[in-house]
């Protein structure tokens, strides 16, 4: 799907490995802390590829449209930060807030759901922030430079 929906096979190819990060790093969280994977703890992980997605979907078609633009790779990243970063910070910071409310729950399993659910977000938002724009600097070349 993201292939489809960004329009190249290698850019949808790339944009898998920031949505997945966060999965692989909560899961390891899981790991080092004891915390069981159940029923709630695995829905951790449709909700954060769900929002990943669509956090680096909005992140790659606003790159896209200013490299079409003609800016320059470093400033196509800029400006989609400046558009688009804002917006995914301000949506972790509220979403991650929601659920770490979780953590006043009784029951164990909704406390570690909102435990994970609220670090996942924000992995999810380094991933999307800092690796994103990493990867498309390395695969999209400068008309200029070559």
Known sequence: MMVLLLGSVKIGLISMIPNVLPVVMTLGFMQMTGIPLDLFTMIVG????????????????????????GLSV???????????GRAMVATTIILSLV???????????LIHFGILTGIAIIIALLSDILLAPALLSLITKDKTKA
């Open 74 to 84: 470093e400033e196509s990243v800029k400006q989609t930060m400046l558009v688009t």
């Open 46 to 69: 449709a909700i954060i590829i769900g929002l990943s997605v669509d956090d680096i979907v909005h992140f790659f078609h606003n790159f896209s449209r200013f490299r079409h633009e």
């Open 99 to 109: 659920f770490y409310v979780y953590i006043f729950a009784i029951l164990s399993n």
